[in-house]
């Protein structure tokens, strides 16, 4: 089956620094995949490269079979790739549906006419108030944004690119300040209610990456040392040394 990523060769450089040298993994259809890596290994940078915010150097990078090569951002969007929400659509006084049925809104490109009440205004907020019924925030759809604890921010933010559907959803740090029960709800979630949506997922707590991902891809210094599952990569040499230090994880 065609992956639904497929990285070949990408680098990027930064002047004289190559922040990142010959990488190459795929991620399956519905598979969750986990990347990490000590700090400055170049996660953020491949995002970056892999959304199109940067372009790269040199490889090619394709999705779903598509070469993605000078595609815009919003493109890649549109084509069914998400990453964590990063625009200005959100709105800390209006509520947590709210916010969401406008990123569903904005998606069908019906963004502007939600403050009018135009059409699929219903709909974009059924799904919605489905989106935080699943996750678990069904009471706290009628919050004002900025009334939620960090956690509950955290979800809704994990939520609006959930919003597209998309086919697979970037995920970077999305459990920052989470507790361990926040972040598996989260995590447990997005598997249990989203199956089709395959996941990049990069986190610096690695027992939530080992648990939630099938597969893990080890970044160290730009370049990838390890494709393998959570057992695989807890008992390489080269893992413990680059990123887990001494100690056995
Ligand atoms: N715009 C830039 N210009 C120059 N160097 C950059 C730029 N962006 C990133 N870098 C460098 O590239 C390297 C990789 O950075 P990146 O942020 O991708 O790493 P990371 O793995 O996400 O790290 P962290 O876990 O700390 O977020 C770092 O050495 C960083 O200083």
Redesign the pocket.
């Known amino acids: 089956m065609t992956p639904i990523l497929a990285l070949s060769g990408v680098g990027k450089r930064?002047?004289a620094?190559a922040?990142?040298t010959d990488i190459g993994f795929e991620i399956g259809e519905r598979e969750a995949v986990g990347l990490i890596?000590?700090?400055?290994?170049?996660?953020?940078?491949?995002?970056?490269v892999i959304t199109g915010f940067?372009p790269p150097d040199a490889g090619s990078i394709r999705f779903a079979g598509q070469d993605l090569r000078g595609m815009p951002p919003t493109r890649r969007v549109a084509r069914g790739m998400a990453r964590t929400f990063q625009t200005a659509m959100v709105f800390p006084g209006l509520t947590a549906r709210e916010n969401i049925a406008m990123a569903v809104r904005e998606h069908a490109g019906d963004g502007l006419r939600w403050f009018g009440g135009g059409r699929g205004t219903a709909a974009a907020d059924d799904t919605a108030a489905r989106l935080l019924a699943e996750a678990g925030l069904g009471h706290r759809a009628d919050t004002p944004l900025r009334d939620l604890s960090h956690g509950e921010r955290r979800i809704v933010d994990a939520l609006m690119p959930l919003a597209l559907s998309p086919r697979l959803l970037l995920l970077?740090?999305p459990t920052a300040g989470l507790t361990r029960a926040e972040s598996d709800r989260l995590l447990d979630m997005l598997r249990r209610h989203h199956p089709g949506t395959a996941l990049l997922l990069?986190a610096?707590d690695i027992d939530i990456v080992f648990g939630h991902c099938a597969r893990v891809v080890v970044?160290e210094l730009?370049r990838v040392i390890r494709v393998g599952t959570p057992d695989e990569v807890r008992a390489d040499a080269d893992v413990r040394r680059a990123y887990l230090g001494s100690a056995a994880p």
Do not use: Q, Y
Request: no cysteine.
């Open positions: 930064f002047g620094f922040a990142l890596g000590p700090n400055g290994a170049g996660k953020t940078t491949l995002f970056n940067l970077d740090e990069v610096h970044m730009g």
